[in-house]
């Protein structure tokens, strides 16, 4: 879970309820920051660590993908694919 700005604060409260394990409503937070900032890296890597937490693996990959449209050298989201891809038994 990562800490980001520029998107009204979503990206914040959306890791919050993450720690609460709240992950439905993360996942909306993160959409809402992706709405209003669609280049949010954090917001995308986050929800795809949502999307994780309830076991949408397929989804959470396209978000990673996403984050490394924006920052392609961002290893902890090359990490979090590989883990995906694990969950899914795509070795």
């Known amino acids: 879970m990562r800490f980001g700005t520029g998107s009204g604060g979503f990206v914040t409260r959306g ?3 993450e720690a609460l394990q709240r992950y439905e ?7 809402k920051a992706i709405e209003i900032k669609p280049d949010n890296y954090y917001a995308w890597q986050n929800r795809g660590s949502a999307l994780g937490y309830l076991q ?5 990959i396209a978000s990673y993908k996403k984050v ?7 290893r902890d989201t ?3 694919i590989g883990m995906a891809l694990y969950e899914l038994k795509r070795y």
């Open 15 to 17: 890791a919050g309820l």
């Open 25 to 31: 409503e993360a996942l909306a937070s993160y959409d």
């Open 56 to 60: 949408r693996y397929e989804e959470a």
């Open 68 to 74: 490394i449209e924006i920052k392609p050298d961002d």
């Open 78 to 80: 090359w990490n979090d």
